[in-house]
């Protein structure tokens, strides 16, 4: 089994959810980032996600935008983000690890040696934001060769039909994308949730992670109920923002996004 | 093998001009590289798409609207005294720039509004570099009582000061991106994000051959009348086709929509003319084509200025029009065939170029197409004085007296 399924599998049994929180690599500089990430599992974290720096996140708004130019400064490459899954390799050999970001880095790098270099560096999945089903065929083999999953998106616009076309060979889990709009703006309702998670599980039986606009621990709760897990991403990468002085990373930043995280993590178990 | 093919579609497997796949794709380039929100979208619009293209009621309403209110066909211009003063051969000028809000983009705009009237949708968001597609787009919003906002760089909000007045009486919301260098990529992200936080109303009116499939094809098919419209004036002007096409490339909706009709016709050399900013060896440059590779970018592949780890580069131009590091996905197929061949002008060069236009036809060119006459002043005299070159003129350069006004010293 995967680390992914071997997760999921496990939180079953225990009868939750999982939080799956994230970080965007090299927020504010890779030191701080690799300190952040090694200290998630201990504060709460079920499985991670990894956002990729890209010059240009169309899906992404505002504070992930930021987040990403913040990374970018800091000089991070597809190369050093897979540098730090190593090092967090090092001592965490269990906690799973999913990239998340755009495709150009991944086509510029090769998208053969890249699956390759993740799989190796300990990555389990990858999430590649535009590139939808259409387009998998780019990775899905070299992915697949490498033992790597590839997340598919789901989105309230996703029809039935187009659920089975998009799932049919989905592994790993299922990230919906439970609003129309970009990270970290407005929230899907538990109603709005409960009406679309049936719909999912129609077209799978894998898990089915829910996030864009998960923010408060109450909201974590909700969406790791009635879906399998909930990414908040946003919400944290705010608070880290906000401990920054002069774009650098201050004695307040880790302990700050820990103890949202911590607090995000109590709600999920509650 | 037996060829069982008929004459048709065996004429049409050997053209040019039958892509893009069924994948939206040219060759590699193209494709549908979107989240998968906007997917059902993209598919809806195809479909619509193909059901205007079906009905001859919406060729009919088009052709009405491109008759009496664009002001088609628009003119081709002997540029004489041009012609003279190079001293090589005849420069002729598609004049698009004479079209009503002065530009080619209003050819796209009215097709795409139209497409948008049929599926339903209310508001009209898009992006615009120059402020010439923004203006078209507030233009048709005006005409159809449509909501209409327009992204725009903050840097271009800057620089084209006049047709950001223009949207805003228009009726348009101008709504200046800061992010990035603030110019028209930038502009691009954030149309896309209101698109996707937006869909149920809203319809993305994307300004060039550029972005998800259909796009690249639905905007080259509506600028495609500039093409059509030269290949039979040219006939009936100099009772052949011309030698060379010129036309300046940002995205590439003016020069594909020139160089389309033409593609099959092998004796037509068709250059395409890409900002090289301070020089295409400077670092300052917009010439996606001659400085950049193929990469993945608001929704296509195609050749982008990137660096060797695939993060976009900013792009440079004095033009805002041609101010963006992407290019569309078929001008970088034509490229790589060698069907078309696509060259860089600078910043100086076009300024040039714009004054001598001015001065010799008093035509006042978009900076934009400067630049493609530019390349035109270098050419035109070291052919025969029988050979023929079309300009495609698509816009005027009210808008950039400005710009032009500061580079040349003068306090207006």
Same mark, same amino acid.
């Given at each position: ?128 934001? *535009? ?10 083999? &070299? ?58 599980? @129609? ?68 | ?59 009919? @309403? ?87 906002? #327009?992204?725009?760089?903050?840097? *271009? ?28 990529? *930038? ?33 080259? *098919? ?26 300046? #490339? ?27 900013? &301070? ?34 580069? @900013? ?33 100086? @060069? ?24 530019? &390349? ?12 023929? #070159? ?15 006004? &500061? ?6």
């Amino acid at each position: 089994m995967s680390r992914i399924q071997t997760r999921f599998a496990a939180l079953k049994q225990e009868g939750r959810g999982a939080l799956i929180p994230y970080l965007q690599a090299c927020d504010p500089d890779y030191d701080t980032s690799l300190e952040l990430l090694r200290a998630m599992p201990a504060a709460g974290a079920d499985l991670i996600e990894i956002g990729v720096p890209f010059s240009d996140p169309s899906a992404d708004g505002p504070t992930i935008q930021a987040a990403a130019l913040r990374g970018l400064k800091a000089g991070a490459t597809l190369g050093l983000v897979l540098q730090m899954v190593r090092a967090f390799r090092e001592m965490d050999s269990e906690t799973p690890i999913v990239l998340m970001g755009y495709l150009n880095p991944i086509d510029s790098y090769g998208p053969a040696e890249f699956c390759f270099d993740a799989a190796q560096a300990g990555v389990d999945g990858i999430i590649v934001v *535009d590139m939808p089903t259409e387009e998998a065929d780019l990775l899905d083999a &070299h992915a697949r060769e490498a033992g790597l999953d590839i997340i598919s998106l789901v989105a309230p616009t996703t029809s039935n039909s187009r659920l089975f076309h998009v799932l049919r060979d989905a592994t790993g889990f299922v990230y919906y994308v439970s609003i129309t709009g970009i990270t970290g703006t407005s929230s899907a309702s538990a109603a709005d949730l409960e009406k679309a998670l049936p719909r999912i599980r @129609e077209a799978t039986s894998l898990p089915v992670a829910v996030g864009f606009g998960i923010s408060t621990p109450e909201q974590a709760r909700t969406a790791s109920r009635i879906g399998d897990a909930a990414v908040v991403a946003s919400a944290l990468i705010k608070t880290m923002a906000g401990t920054l002085e002069d774009g650098r990373a201050t004695g307040r930043t880790v302990p700050a996004v820990l103890a949202q995280l911590e607090e995000l993590a109590a709600a999920v178990r509650a | 093998m037996t060829n069982t093919s008929s004459p048709l579609s065996s004429s049409l497997a050997n053209s040019l001009r039958s892509g893009p796949d069924e994948r939206g794709r040219f060759g590699i380039f193209g494709g549908r590289f979107v989240a998968e929100t906007l997917m059902p979208l993209l598919f809806e619009l195809d479909e619509a798409y193909r059901a205007s293209q079906a009905d001859p009621a919406f060729r009919e @309403e088009l052709d009405y609207y491109l008759k009496d209110y664009v002001g088609r066909p628009s003119p081709l211009w002997f540029a004489r005294h041009l012609t003279e003063e190079l001293g090589g051969a005849k420069v002729y000028f598609k004049r698009e720039e004479l079209n009503h809000t002065g530009s080619h983009k209003l050819n796209n705009v009215m097709g795409q509004i139209l497409v948008a009237r049929r599926m339903g949708k209310t508001r009209i968001v898009a992006e615009t570099g120059a402020g010439q597609h923004g203006v078209a787009t507030a233009t048709v919003c005006a005409l159809f009582g449509l909501k209409c906002t #327009i992204y725009m760089g903050a840097t *271009d909000v800057e620089r084209q000061k006049p047709n950001v007045f223009r949207m805003h009486l228009l009726g348009a919301e101008v709504k200046p991106v800061t992010a990035g260098a603030g110019t028209l990529k *930038d502009a691009m992200n954030e149309a896309m994000r209101d698109w996707v936080a937006n869909i149920a109303d809203t319809y993305f009116l994307v300004g060039t051959v550029a972005g998800p499939h259909p796009y690249p094809e639905m905007v080259r *098919d509506f600028q495609s009348v500039i093409g059509v419209e030269t290949k039979e004036q040219i006939t009936q002007a100099e009772g052949r086709l011309p030698d060379v096409i010129v036309a300046a #490339i940002g995205g590439g909706s003016n020069a594909m929509g020139i160089f389309h009709p033409f593609l099959d016709d092998a004796d037509v050399k068709l250059i395409g003319v890409e900002a090289a900013g &301070h020089g295409l060896d400077s670092g300052k440059t917009a010439a996606s084509i001659s400085r950049g590779r193929p990469g993945v970018l608001h929704g296509n592949r195609t050749y982008l200025l990137q660096d060797k780890h695939g993060q976009i580069e @900013e792009a440079h131009s004095l033009s805002a029009g041609l101010d963006y590091p992407g290019i569309g996905p078929e001008h970088s197929w034509l490229n790589d065939i060698g069907r078309a061949e696509y060259v860089g002008v600078t910043d100086e @060069e076009a300024l040039e170029a714009f004054q001598v236009c001015t001065r010799t036809e008093g035509i006042i060119p978009a900076l934009e197409c400067a630049h493609g006459l530019a &390349h035109v002043m270098k050419i035109a005299p070291t052919m025969a004085k029988d050979q023929i #070159i079309v300009l495609n003129v698509s816009g005027r350069g009210d808008k950039d007296i400005f710009t032009v006004a &500061h580079h040349l010293g003068v306090k207006l």
